[in-house]
């Protein structure tokens, strides 16, 4: 089974805080991604990653940014928080190139983010 | 370009009712087309998928969705609801050499006794 593991599942912070937000995949997928859920918005995409130091803009990157050092790890991080950065966050992988031609994606448990 | 609309942000039937969920896209070439689900704090979960093969897709747990292209629709169906399919579902969509999906705002399933 895919296995998507997320360091937390629920985290509270305070406002200018950085936050560090974890993922890790355990079937060897070169690709890589973190969304947020909002309720009525469904998921957007932040950024993705297809290889190791690699890394795309998604639909709203404002606030954020990433890291991916090793194939396996792939982290959300919020240079200073903001309230409207409160959301769920969720991670996924993928196989990448002809292996993972039809993109199928499998999700971490999620983090619920709070910003006071 | 490419987007999915899912008509309606909930939609409520009794236990044992046929449950439709509907999902309409917009591709500009051949899509592939998914359904994930999401249970209460949980992540998604794949349903099913279309990827160009049969038009009907059997999945997990009693469902199906059927790819028409003429209307641009990959609706989802189950015949009998059970209270175990309350979740929220997504419909998601992407084409051969993207890596990413674009999803549907969700619909939330409320199955009542």
């Known amino acids: 089974d895919v296995k998507v593991t997320q360091s937390s599942r629920y985290l509270v912070k305070r406002t200018g805080e950085k936050v560090f937000l974890e993922c890790v995949q355990d079937?060897?997928?070169?690709?890589m991604f973190w969304y947020r859920q909002d309720p009525g918005l469904g998921l957007r995409l932040i950024y993705f990653s297809y290889d190791v130091k690699m890394k795309e803009k998604g639909d709203i990157p404002e606030g954020y940014s990433v890291s991916r050092e090793k194939k396996e790890r792939f982290s959300l991080i919020l240079e200073s928080a903001s309230t409207n950065q409160t959301s769920m966050y969720l991670c996924?992988?993928?196989?990448?190139?002809?292996?993972?031609?039809?993109?199928?994606?499998?999700f971490g448990p999620g983090t619920r983010l709070t910003v006071l | 370009a490419q987007s999915v609309t899912q008509l309606g942000s909930h939609v409520s039937v009794s236990e044992g009712a046929l449950v439709l969920l509907r999902c309409n896209y917009s591709s500009s070439v051949p899509p592939y087309l998914f359904w994930y689900v999401q249970y209460p704090n949980q992540g998604l979960q794949l349903l099913l998928k279309y990827t160009s093969a049969a038009t009907l897709v059997k999945g997990i747990n009693g469902f199906e969705a059927e790819f028409k292209k003429s209307e641009t629709s990959f609706h989802l169906t189950k015949p009998s609801a059970h209270m175990s399919d309350a979740a929220e579902y997504f419909c998601a969509v992407t084409h051969s050499g993207y890596s990413t999906l674009t999803f549907g705002k969700g619909t939330m399933l409320l199955v009542s006794p």
């Open positions: 079937m060897d997928h070169e690709n």
């Open positions: 996924a992988s993928s196989l990448g190139g002809l292996a993972g031609l039809y993109n199928e994606q499998f």
